[in-house]
């Protein structure tokens, strides 16, 4: 029997000849990831060497990767002295892929990662950070871990005890018509599958739709494939993956793909076609409460968020500029936009975009996490309604449980704007 791309990639890391799902393995980390809960991570690193009289000692400094974003600028004395202590530790142990606080080379984890070509096809990534699923779009095996098993990570340089997980593959045909795109497909996929119908799976994507899609596109549709409980959301490594590499990211070494064999094991094949696919809305408050956007048409919202590691991209921006150029944000409406990173944010800039968000009377922001988590800036007042491009509606999500969140693409964002309720781009 063949092997999917999830377990020829643990079969290498592992050392093994082949693996099937739910085996058993211990794979060779090729990538840790932490944002500012690195803080947490620390002490528990520090623990581990408690006691023994050896002194704390990372297996292999680069190979770990550590990027501010959920809370920047530091809002609190207690955030500002975290970051304090992991910017001591990364100059202590000669941690280099650290992405500080900083317009040019900062931004979201999510986003730093393929850009600088820390990721490649065939790697394991382990992150803090339930959202590591992102790098799948690379053809990485990636997942997000605990801060207890990071810690471990961090001094063995590899994961204890982890199970191959099962494979859905999931087929995807057509082409998007006007408006919708990769954001719309990801959210119909949820739907299709709830909130719980990966749990512990990989979604494995493939079809045509995929081979044409765009780097960033494929990152929107891995990012949030644990919103369906996948461990990971995987496109195997193809030309487009490495012409981002090579062209966008700068890397110049070897970059060799890792594709499953004819008969591999899946345990679901999904089939769709986007060919008819409308623009597609999240309902508060799961992601899996998915409807077509015309359903909801209508209704009134005082916030849109423009911007995260799942649309924070350059084609996403341009597709809320072009909508926005030359008209005004609703009266009563307040829109935020926040580039995915510095990269980003000055592409926008020299394109024109972020001059279109502010004439329009958009509120350009940093590059971060921000308006997602809402616990730093942008959070919503009580009985507030947001449409939002980031990745998560839960109850609170946007720091407010007596508010509620709809979750969109660019275009349909941009399009409400304008209106000030809920509004399907096709009819704008």
């Known amino acids: 029997m063949g092997m999917t791309v999830v377990e020829k990639i643990l079969a290498r890391a592992a050392g093994l000849q082949s693996v099937s799902a739910g085996d ?156 919708v795109g990769p954001k719309d497909l990801i959210l119909k996929l949820i739907g299709m599958l709830t909130a719980q119908g990966a749990n512990y799976k990989v979604l494995e994507f493939h079809g045509e739709t995929i081979r044409k899609m765009s780097t960033s596109g494929r990152i929107a549709i891995c990012n949030m494939s644990v919103e369906a409980g996948a461990t990971s959301g995987i496109v195997p490594g193809d030309e487009e993956t490495v012409r981002y590499l090579r062209d966008e990211s700068g890397v110049e070494e070897a970059i060799p793909c890792v594709v499953p064999d004819p008969d591999a094991a899946y345990v679901r094949t999904i089939e769709i076609n986007v060919s008819n696919l409308e623009p597609q809305i999240a309902c508060p408050h799961t992601v899996d409460n998915v409807k077509p956007v015309q359903e909801v048409a209508g209704r009134k919202v005082q916030q849109i968020v423009i911007g995260s590691c799942t649309n924070g991209r350059l084609d996403d921006l341009a597709a809320a500029a072009d909508i926005l150029r030359g008209k005004k944000v609703a009266e009563g409406t307040r829109m935020l936009v926040f580039p995915a990173s510095g990269k980003i944010f000055a592409q926008a800039l020299d394109k024109g975009y972020l001059h279109d968000f502010m004439k329009a009377g958009a509120v350009v922001m940093n590059s971060g996490c921000g308006p997602c988590l809402g616990v730093h800036e942008g959070a919503l007042g009580d009985d507030e309604t947001a449409l939002s491009t980031t990745n998560r509606n839960f109850k609170g999500r946007m720091g407010n449980p007596k508010s509620q969140v709809f979750l969109c693409s660019p275009s349909v964002a941009a399009a409400s704007a304008i209106t000030g309720v809920i509004t399907d781009p096709r009819n704008s």
Not at 41 to 64: C, M, S, Y
Not at 95 to 104: C, L, Q, S
Not at 138 to 165: C, D, H, K, Q, R
Request: aromatic share 10%.
């Open 24 to 179: 058993v393995v211990e794979p060779k980390v090729d990538l840790a990831m932490s944002h500012e809960n690195a803080a947490l991570v620390i002490n528990q690193f520090v623990e581990v060497f408690q006691g023994t009289g050896l002194e704390p000692v990372i297996w292999d400094p680069a190979r770990i990767a550590i990027i501010f974003d959920h809370r920047i600028p530091a809002e609190s004395p207690k955030t500002a002295t975290n970051q304090k202590k992991i910017r001591e530790f990364v100059a202590a142990n000669g941690i280099t892929k650290f992405h500080d606080i900083r317009g040019d080379v900062g931004g979201i984890c999510h986003q730093i990662l393929p850009e600088y070509g820390y990721v490649r096809p065939g790697y394991v990534v382990v992150g803090t950070d339930s959202h590591t699923t992102t790098h799948g779009a690379l053809g990485a095996f990636s997942f997000g871990i605990g801060a207890t098993e990071m810690a471990s990570v961090w001094s063995l340089g590899y994961a204890v005890n982890i199970e191959v997980p099962a494979t859905i593959k999931v087929v995807v045909n057509g082409e998007f018509p006007p408006f």
